[in-house]
């Protein structure tokens, strides 16, 4: 799966089944912690498979990409504060 960067700075899916269904955005960026939060359409109610394999395949984008510059990944089965789903 692949991730496309939009204009508003966030990142979703390119893959014909999951584009577009949901958005990660950085909402705090400190020196050594970058949380994102999930944001859902606002027409539809996110499912748990969109933000299952949008938390899942976003983790493995960052470790397969920023892995000498990556020291954790916490995901979390249940919203944030931060999230709207």
Same mark, same amino acid.
């Given at each position: &799966?692949?991730?496309?960067?939009? #204009? %508003?700075?966030? *990142?979703?899916?390119?893959?014909?089944?999951?584009? %577009?269904? #949901?958005?990660?955005?950085?909402?705090?960026?400190?020196? !050594?912690?970058?949380?994102? #939060?999930?944001?859902?359409?606002?027409? @539809?109610? &996110?499912?748990? @498979?969109?933000?299952?394999?949008?938390?899942?395949?976003?983790?493995? *984008?960052?470790?397969?990409?920023?892995? #000498?510059?990556?020291?954790?990944? !916490?995901?979390?089965? &249940?919203?944030?504060?931060?999230?709207?789903?």
């Amino acid at each position: &799966m692949d991730w496309k960067y939009d #204009a %508003d700075g966030d *990142f979703t899916q390119t893959s014909s089944q999951y584009e %577009d269904r #949901a958005w990660l955005h950085a909402v705090i960026e400190l020196e !050594n912690e970058l949380i994102f #939060a999930i944001y859902g359409r606002k027409d @539809e109610r &996110m499912t748990k @498979e969109t933000y299952t394999v949008y938390h899942c395949k976003f983790a493995e *984008f960052l470790l397969n990409t920023f892995d #000498a510059d990556i020291v954790e990944v !916490n995901l979390t089965s &249940m919203p944030t504060k931060y999230d709207s789903i």
